[in-house]
């Protein structure tokens, strides 16, 4: 029989070395046993096992050696030579419970931003009816509370139900939001479910009852705000062209302190980076350290290359430099047992420890749905109102057929240049939406990302294997599975490896 090592990814950091088994999405530390025998079986072809046993047979350790080469073979290291590695197309058992439902209360906001893909070329979806009138701005509460039936329906036996309000900006529907989490919660009590909420907000209309009601109902809030005065403004302004930083820092400050005072669950901030304003580092300084979020996301503008504050080529580069920066002072962190709230790296960092292998880049159409103020239901809040991307609607119920052959299409089996690529199980071909927006095909992998998602993700595997050496400890935060599935709008976890850093090899 021949074995050859499968794909992987090996690194060496403060000269220990680790690889990352793609097929099995595990990180494993390696001994000089394991060290030469993935260079005994990394060759073209593969190597005939009976002939390395024979060249192996007058070694001291050739026990040692056998039971580590089993190892890797279980961990999928080293499989019989010309299988292929990809997960086989299969999909979960269907109809999959929900467990999130993205809500667009709304389509209007009181701000203008300048790079809002509500408004820009990314938008896809069409807010006006077949016989040519313009759909609902706002969502009802009936529509709101049907949807919340839909969810609780959807979810069949799965306990935990997660809420997600979206905009347009979310508090312009207060009212609608209100009627939708007192009625989840009384059919959370009256079905013994756990239902938790999360909203995404400019945070001009955190009045002093909005935040009231957000820290008793424990909201995971995602405030978008873009740095220091002057780089927030300059994008983030209201339609007189006024920026709006000085509005909402007080009531940003306000809500931190008392969510504080109510061991509330975690505030992010969301930045958008654009063209020149790629500092990372000094915008993470100011949210996390002087404003007090606990969590800093950074997400690159999606734009057309020709708007003035589309990223280029040499920014996005900027942007993993200062991502690496900033990774420093997570190992820091790390390594004295604290947390740290680079969100972009604890997602990573949570995934890689986890074995996570996605079929699918992401929830939509699975765990996930979105819903368009007037019921439709979208695979995620960016498909809402796309009729392409229509899969029913939330007071007739889910087209089970359409959500199928999306899933199949989209499933990693089908993305056949993902196949050799290393960062496959946590990227999986990327973001639906943004296949459909760059090749008019949602199901289409991001190929004109990939070198530097490949670098992205080597920079997170050298970050968790400096950890795993300075702190192994630290990692525990990332073990509970149901946490991270709430936090990561419960995405499939398929195909996973075991949890964390195997032993040395
Ligand atoms: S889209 Fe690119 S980076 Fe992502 S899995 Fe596919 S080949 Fe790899
Ligand atoms: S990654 Fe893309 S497709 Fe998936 S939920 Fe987010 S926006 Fe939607």
Not at 176 to 187: D, F, S, W
Request: proline share 4%; net charge negative; aromatic share 8%.
């Amino acid at each position: 029989m021949k074995l050859a090592a499968s794909l992987h990814r090996r690194f060496v950091v403060d000269d220990v070395s680790y690889v990352y088994a793609t097929g099995s999405a595990a990180v494993l530390r390696l001994d000089d046993v394991s060290t030469s025998l993935l260079d005994a079986f990394a060759v073209e072809g593969g190597r005939n096992l009976a002939e390395w046993e024979s060249d192996n047979a007058d070694a001291d350790d050739l026990v040692d050696r056998k039971a580590t080469l089993d190892q890797m073979v279980a961990m999928g290291l080293v499989r019989p030579a010309g299988e292929t590695a990809p997960p086989a197309s299969k999909l979960p058992p269907m109809p999959f419970p929900l467990a999130t439902l993205v809500l667009n209360v709304t389509n209007k906001c009181n701000l203008s931003c300048t790079y809002c893909y509500e408004y820009g070329e990314d938008r896809i979806a069409d807010s006006t009816r077949a016989d040519g009138t313009v759909k609902a701005p706002m969502m009802s509460a009936e529509t709101a509370c049907q949807s919340v039936d839909f969810l609780f329906e959807s979810a069949a036996a799965r306990r935990d139900v997660t809420i997600t309000f979206f905009g347009g900006e979310t508090l312009l529907n207060f009212g609608t939001i209100k009627a939708a989490v007192e009625h989840a919660e009384e059919r959370a009590r009256a079905e013994d479910k756990l239902v938790g909420f999360s909203l995404t907000t400019n945070a001009t209309l955190l009045t002093d009852e909005v935040v009231d009601f957000l820290v008793s109902h424990r909201f995971g809030v995602n405030v978008s705000i873009d740095g220091d005065q002057k780089t927030h403004d300059r994008h983030r302004t209201f339609k007189s062209g006024r920026g709006s930083y000085e509005m909402i820092v007080p009531r940003i400050k306000g809500f931190i302190a008392r969510n504080k005072a109510a061991d509330g669950r975690p505030i992010g901030a969301r930045v958008t980076l654009t063209a020149g304003m790629t500092g990372v580092c000094e915008i993470y300084a100011h949210l996390h350290g002087e404003l007090g979020f606990d969590e800093v996301g950074f997400a690159p503008v999606t734009s057309a290359k020709e708007n003035d504050y589309a990223l280029s080529d040499e920014n996005y580069w900027q942007i993993l430099d200062e991502f690496a920066a900033l990774a420093e002072d997570y190992v820091v962190a790390a390594a004295e047992d604290r947390p740290h709230g680079f969100s972009n790296l604890n997602d990573v960092l949570r995934e890689l420890h986890q074995g996570i292998n996605k079929a699918h880049p992401c929830g939509a159409g699975l765990g996930l749905l979105g819903v368009s103020t007037e019921g439709e239901l979208g695979l995620c809040h960016r498909f809402v109102e796309s009729g392409e991307h229509e899969v029913g609607n939330v007071a007739t119920g889910l087209d089970e057929e359409k959500r199928r052959e999306f899933l199949e299409a989209g499933h990693i089996s089908t993305k056949v240049a993902c196949h050799e690529c290393f960062a496959r199980p946590l990227c999986s071909g990327g973001c639906y939406h943004e296949a459909y927006v760059r090749y008019e095909d949602a199901t289409k992998p991001n190929l004109h990302y990939c070198e530097w998602i490949r670098a992205w993700t080597d920079l997170g595997l050298r970050t968790y294997g400096r950890i795993m050496n300075a702190n192994p400890g630290y990692m525990a935060r990332f073990e509970d599975r149901r946490a991270a599935a709430v936090a990561a709008a419960h995405e499939p976890i398929e195909n996973t490896a075991p949890a964390g850093t195997e032993p040395t090899l």
